[in-house]
Nanobody, 124 residues
Framework: QVQLVESGGGLVQAGDSLRLSCAASGLPFSNYAMGWFRQAPGKEREFVAAITWSGSFKRYTDSVKGRFTISRDNAKNTVYLQMNSLKPEDTAVYYC?????????????????WGQGTQVTVSS
């Protein structure tokens, strides 16, 4: 049974940092492309960051470039999202997603597995 479990969300002030983790089980993690998405109330789920199976290639949405960093540890079956200089507009539920692929994947519909999400709230 495939499981993706996010953790690390919380309530922070603008300018603070958080590190989200997504622990995967039940799948050959090192063969999977992974991504982070977020969904704010009343909005569609949007792409945040993606990483290839090897970690060699990464992509970010423009609004988080220079502030967020995606990484992975294949030995621990975990993908991370380091979020610095957080802004109120980063407030959302953050989801990790995975799919067996050697490619970078940035669209919601292309991912096979999803976590349950973790809430990030940034106060001004």
């Amino acid at each position: 049974q495939v499981q993706l479990v996010e953790s690390g969300g919380g309530l922070v002030q603008a300018g603070d940092s958080l590190r989200l983790s997504c622990a995967a089980s039940g799948l050959p993690f090192s063969n999977y492309a992974m991504g982070w998405f977020r969904q704010a109330p009343g909005k569609e789920r949007e792409f945040v960051a993606a990483i290839t199976w090897s970690g060699s290639f990464k992509r970010y949405t423009d609004s988080v470039k220079g502030r967020f960093t995606i990484s992975r540890d294949n030995a621990k079956n975990t993908v991370y999202l380091q979020m610095n200089s957080l802004k109120p507009e980063d407030t959302a539920v953050y989801y990790c997603a995975g799919r067996p692929s050697v490619m970078l994947i940035t669209t919601v519909t292309e991912y096979t597995y999803w976590g349950q999400g973790t809430q990030v709230t940034v106060s001004s």
